[in-house]
């Protein structure tokens, strides 16, 4: 042992299997790391958002159009009651009934200023409907948009069940292939190399690769070479760079 708490040798082939137990955690964490930035999961939360917003518009666009509906209604009770009480002085002046020329006079003036109150509030009353029929398309156009983000929330929510489970399939096969290689690989070079993965934050084991750490992709210095050259081939290997363990293949120039 001259790396501490290492295991000092290993079957080379062993060592080799290494290599296969290394891809195959580097396929698990491609994976861990695929689920935790899915676009899918963005747009969801987009959609999510955004149709809060709008229905919160909506519930504002209700309201106005049922504030200016009370409007509308109260202005035409007012058009009503000016109208009638106009109909009724000038079925007075009509009948021939008042032979006063005061009252006549002050009759006759008080219907054209009931018209003239009459068509004042007329035009109110059309101001105002044209300020409900805005509220009333404005609300619409909010109406659909929410119906459309209803409908995006549901493919939203599809797509990322199916990515989701895209990933969940994957995963627990490359589980499987995990664990089917680790039992292959003897206890202690399999506790050695996991120690090293996470000091490492994800290498345990790489290749040497013509004279090149495959962990650090460094060259390892002429000595050290020299000295893994004279090594016996079941001699635990480890990076002086990175630390993880070395594996030796035909392709590590030696
Ligand atoms: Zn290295």
């Known amino acids: 042992m001259h790396h501490n708490g290492c295991v000092a040798t290993a079957d080379p082939f062993a060592q ?4 296969d137990l290394q891809a195959a955690d580097t396929h698990l964490a491609q994976i861990a790391h695929r689920r935790a930035s899915l676009s899918e999961v963005v747009r969801l939360r987009e ?19 049922s504030d200016r509906e009370r409007e509308v209604r109260k202005m035409e009770l007012d ?10 002085d000038q079925e007075l002046l009509d009948g021939g009934s008042i032979a006063n020329p005061k009252q006549l006079e002050d009759l006759t003036h008080e219907v054209a200023s009931l018209r003239r ?15 409900l029929e805005d509220a009333r398309t404005s609300l619409a156009e909010l109406q659909a948009q929410r119906a459309t983000l209803d409908v995006e929330l549901i493919d939203a929510r599809e797509a990322l069940a199916r990515v989701e489970h895209e990933l969940d399939d994957e995963e627990s096969h490359a589980r ?4 089917t290689v680790a ?9 050695a190399y996991e120690r090293i993965r996470e000091e490492t934050g994800g290498v345990g084991a790489a290749l040497l690769q013509h004279g090149r750490c495959g962990g650090c992709r460094l060259q390892i210095n002429p000595n050290e ?4 050259k004279a090594a016996p081939s079941n001699e635990v290997l ?3 760079e990175c630390r993880c363990i070395m594996v030796r293949t035909g392709e590590s120039g030696l």
Not at 79 to 88: G, I, N, P, S
Not at 118 to 128: G, Y
């Open 176 to 179: 499987r292939h995990r664990d």
């Open 47 to 65: 959609c999510e958002s955004a149709l809060q917003r709008v229905r919160t518009l909506v519930i504002a666009g209700e309201t106005e159009v």
């Open 183 to 191: 039992a292959e690989i003897p206890a202690d070079l399999l506790r």
């Open 79 to 88: 058009v009503e009651q000016v109208r009638l009480r106009a109909a009724k």
């Open 238 to 240: 480890r990076c002086e």
């Open 225 to 228: 070479m020299a000295r893994i």
């Open 16 to 19: 080799m299997r290494l290599l």
């Open 117 to 131: 109150r009459q068509e004042s509030l007329e035009d109110e009353e059309l101001a105002l409907m044209e300020q």
